[in-house]
């Protein structure tokens, strides 16, 4: 195993970001939110990559929140640089202008369960645990979850977890809608790569345009979504795959898109 605190492959247009602490269950110090960060933003500007996973490594753990050994170390105002720099990676990834899928591997608890909830996308092994049980050490989710939760599951479910700082398994996360799908954890990051591999098929300016008018459309009213929606329309209208997916749908072949 890599001393790195993260993993990156890149391979058929997916990058995979692996964290990589599983001795501490894969939990957040300054070094990896460092490290995630830098290579979110160096995929950013990067059009040969369309799609983003973000995993760990070990069977046991995806994330469990903030390294609590490290966060005793540290005065109040080191404290609020911590929680100012995840908060402002979590938004890094729900804006990154690519497909994200959170392939949740394990334990996910806290700022794990934020992390996830930053991702477009997520599918959870049937061993995964998610919560944020921040209440139970007397403060609240710092990077998005009281935010993030309630526009995924509801007000008064995500009232409900915060509240009460409980856990849930895998079958509880896909029935209230906080994953998308679950799967044998041997068979998570195939589920994963197969999921980016159908987004890969599809124009990346239209995933980018399309992931921009739901994001932002649905934090407004219905009326002015619409213009959202329309406007992100209107960018993908000039552009080279446009027309790509029209000859390819003609001449019966799979298009060739390049982003342009």
């Excluded at 896909?174 to 068979?187: A, F, T």
Aim: charged residues 25%; hydrophobic residues 45%.
């Amino acid at each position: 195993m890599s001393d790195s605190v993260l993993l990156v492959e890149e391979e058929n247009s997916v990058a995979t970001l692996t964290l990589n602490r599983p001795e501490v269950m894969n939990s957040f110090n300054f070094a990896m939110l460092r490290a995630l960060r830098d290579q979110i933003e160096s995929i950013r500007f990067k059009p040969e990559t369309r799609v983003v996973i973000i995993t760990a490594a070990g069977e046991k753990a995806f994330c469990a929140g903030a390294d609590l050994k490290e966060r005793a170390t540290l005065p109040a105002d080191k404290v609020k640089e911590y929680i100012f720099t995840i908060r402002n990676l979590f938004t890094s990834i729900e804006q990154l202008n690519k497909a994200v899928i959170a392939a949740v591997n394990g334990v996910a608890l806290g700022g794990g369960t934020e992390l996830a909830l930053a991702c477009d996308i997520r599918i959870a092994s049937t061993n995964a645990t998610m919560g944020l049980t921040e209440t139970r050490l007397a403060i609240i989710p710092g990077a998005g979850g009281t935010q993030r939760l309630p526009r995924l599951v509801g007000r008064g479910k995500a009232k409900e977890l915060i509240f009460t700082g409980q856990r849930i398994g895998a079958e509880e996360a896909l029935r209230i809608g906080l994953v998308n799908q679950i799967c044998e954890q041997k068979d998570l990051l195939a589920e994963c790569k197969k999921m980016a591999a159908m987004i890969c098929e599809a124009g990346p300016v239209a995933i980018e345009q399309a992931k921009y008018a739901i994001n932002h459309g649905l934090e407004t009213d219905l009326h002015t979504g619409l213009a959202i929606e329309s406007n992100a329309y209107w960018v993908c209208i000039p552009t080279e795959d446009r027309l790509e997916g029209l000859a390819a749908f003609k001449e019966k072949r799979k298009p060739v898109y390049k982003g342009k």
